[in-house]
């Protein structure tokens, strides 16, 4: 497909006339044997594309971290410019630092929100704006998957040999209000936390974004948390609260009279409503699968209307209008071939804008010597080791939670228990979901985020955690001593320091918060 190499070969194009790249830094004069890029192998930065010792980036790491699945892929942040105030550059190294002779990179770089194609891009790069909830991904042009590195058009190996490294870069929306600092994600290991932004031009050349019409891509990252009871569960995007009510525990079964519980359980959504901005409210009814439309659309209507009447009463201002609607079965959030997906897809979903948070007093923390923060168990008759390496306080009440697994057995194993989350369905590929951090004291559970996907027929969801199907479906499976890491992303409360964690079938840890 020619269109595919649209998004470099025209920019190198267009730079012969003095147009189309962003600004670059100079780089120092290249030795005597430096080979000139062309059209057919461009530069991209100052490393060559090939990974040759004399060709080593040696830029100092702003950030690195460790694949999961492949433990001998080093990946370090080595550029995070700001183009024009609205771009980033980002510049990632990858190393093998082991003995392996064809360690391949390209698969584990590619964005998994979305079909790769072919395995050949770096289009999971990515930044966190925590602040706004929104996870980055890089432009994508017309004709081409992303505006990154591409193994085929930048003359990139697919494989990367012992103590060699190559250096790929991402063309992406800069965060909202130029931060100093932001998270670099991607798709292989623990998101990189504080990773400095610097105003000055990258070194190399690379494509232009306002040169050619590109799409941002983005992925809504939504934070569900629920009350220890079941009886409500609320999932925040950073602008809207929805907080999905049980009709279980508000009604009878086919019955659309509050039960006399009702009035309690929904007293907290009424005081959040009342702290939030909101001057209209959505309230929506939604069935499980079993009966008909028949049955399913007017009883989710009387529901929804009940919920209305009972919130407008429980207010305590004015000026808030109701929207009731009834949706049946056409809209689950979970599986229904479960008695729990379907049990959760009874509800009645209270949508408004989210309440800003009260000033709250600076929360102690922890430092990080904790010590005991660790678990065992079997699988498979082998011994498997867990210890919590953190868990962070980042910017916009998110928290991230790092892990490690390791096998302590004599023989290879699959570890499997970290995606079996049978009470939490709403995640459609296997991933490390099957974790939750409790706030006891506010009887509150937290459950790992979510990125949002938009398709044709909806919303996919996928876990902010460490992906272990497609390329990465190995990542659950242990060699005798291996160790790997995993993260999540989580919603935080406010004014805890210490949350109690519980990581598959491993004992419950009390954990503080750093």
């Given amino acids: 497909m020619p ?6 070969t025209a920019v190198l194009t267009l730079a012969a006339a003095g147009c189309g790249v962003l600004p670059i830094k100079e780089a120092a004069p290249p030795p005597a044997t430096t080979t000139t890029p062309t059209s057919s192998a461009p530069a991209t930065s100052a490393p060559p594309a090939t990974a040759t010792a004399s060709g080593q980036d040696t830029r100092p790491a702003l950030a690195e971290t460790r694949s999961t699945m492949t433990e001998n892929l080093k990946v370090e942040v080595v550029g995070l410019n700001s183009v024009k105030g609205k771009h980033l550059i980002a510049q990632i190294r990858l190393s093998n630092t082991g003995t392996e002779k064809h360690l391949s990179w390209a698969g584990e770089m590619g964005d998994r929100t979305r079909p790769l194609g072919e395995i050949k891009w770096a289009s999971g790069i990515g930044v966190l704006d925590a602040q706004a909830r929104t996870w980055i991904l890089p432009y994508k042009p017309v004709g081409s998957p992303c505006l990154c590195s591409d193994l085929d058009r930048d003359g990139l190996g697919r494989f990367i040999d012992p103590g060699q490294s190559i250096t790929v870069y991402a063309v992406l929306p800069a965060p909202a209000g130029n931060p100093a600092t932001t998270t670099v994600v991607t798709p292989v290991g623990p998101p990189m936390l504080n990773v400095p932004i610097s105003d000055e031009a990258p070194t190399g050349d690379f494509p232009d974004p306002d040169a050619e019409p590109v799409t941002p891509v983005t992925r809504r990252l939504i934070l569900p948390s629920e009350s220890l009871d079941k009886s409500e569960e609320t999932a925040d995007d950073g602008k809207d609260l929805q907080v999905n009510l049980s009709s279980d525990v508000l009604f009878a079964v086919d019955k659309a009279t509050l039960t006399p519980n009702a009035k309690t ?43 209305q009447r009972t919130l407008s009463a429980l207010l305590s201002r004015d000026g808030v209008r109701f929207q009731a609607k009834g949706y049946g079965s056409r809209r689950p959030l979970y599986n229904n071939d479960s008695d729990e997906g379907r049990r959760r897809n ?20 922890t430092s990080p010597g904790a010590t005991g923060l660790t678990g065992t168990t079997k699988t498979d008759g082998q011994p498997i080791a867990m ?18 697994i390791t096998s302590e057995g004599s023989a290879e194993t699959w570890f499997n228990d970290l995606h079996h989350a049978q009470d939490w369905e709403a995640y459609k590929y296997q991933a490390a979901s099957n974790v939750r951090v409790t706030d006891a004291a506010a009887r509150r559970q937290y459950l790992p985020g979510r990125l949002e996907v938009p398709t044709d027929d909806g919303v996919d969801s996928y876990c902010a955690c460490t992906d272990v199907s497609g390329v990465r479906i190995s ?19 406010d004014t805890a320091d210490t949350l109690k964690v519980k990581i598959g079938p491993f004992r419950d840890l009390q954990v503080p918060i750093r």
């Avoid at 948070?357 to 102690?364: I, L, N």
């Fill in 346 to 365: 009874r509800r009645v979903t209270v949508t408004f804008p989210k309440p800003q948070p009260a000033a709250q007093e600076p929360v102690a923390t």
């Fill in 387 to 404: 210890e919590v390496t953190g868990l962070r306080r980042l910017p916009g009440g998110l928290g991230l939670l790092t892990y490690k």
């Fill in 265 to 307: 359980i929904m007293a907290r959504t009424a005081k959040l409503i009342d702290a939030s901005p909101s001057t209209v409210v959505t309230v929506a009814g939604h069935a499980d699968s079993s009966g008909n439309d028949a049955i399913n659309d007017p009883l989710s209507l009387r529901r929804a209307q009940a919920v």
């Fill in 3 to 8: 269109n595919r190499i649209l998004a470099l």
């Fill in 475 to 493: 990542t659950e499976k242990f060699a005798p001593g291996q160790t790997r890491q995993f993260w999540n992303l989580f919603a935080l409360p």
